[in-house]
Nanobody
Framework: QVQLVESGGGLVQAGGSLRLSCVAS????????MGWYRQAPGKQRELVAT???????NAADSVKGRFTISRDNAKNSVYLQMNSLRPEDTAIYYC????????WGQGTQVTVSS
């Protein structure tokens, strides 16, 4: 049973930074593709960024140059460093682990005030 626990969300002013963390348990973390997705009120869940077991990164155009995804296999963790935050980044951010099956965390709220 794979469990994902996110942390690091909160309220920040536009232009500020936050760092999200996700810790995985119950699996061989290193083989999974890990990712962050977000869902704003009234909108569909969307990709923010993913990182494969080999370290290949895919990121949404809207966050390129501002957000950085990274992973630490020794700590079973994936991170999302978010800089230059904008009000439109406000959403619930979900951690995702994918191998043959996809797993989701409970989500952490990020609110960016203007």
């Amino acid at each position: 049973q794979v469990q994902l626990v996110e942390s690091g969300g909160g309220l920040v002013q536009a232009g500020g930074s936050l760092r999200l963390s996700c810790v995985a348990s119950g699996t061989i973390f290193s083989i999974f593709t890990m990712g962050w997705y977000r869902q704003a009120p009234g909108k569909q869940r969307e990709l923010v960024a993913t990182i494969t077991s080999a370290g290949w990164i895919n990121a949404a155009d809207s966050v390129k140059g501002r957000f950085t995804i990274s992973r630490d296999n020794a700590k079973n963790s994936v991170y999302l460093q978010m800089n230059s935050l904008r009000p439109e980044d406000t959403a619930i951010y979900y951690c995702n682990a994918r191998f043959s099956t996809a797993y989701w965390g409970q989500g952490t709220q990020v609110t960016v005030s203007s």
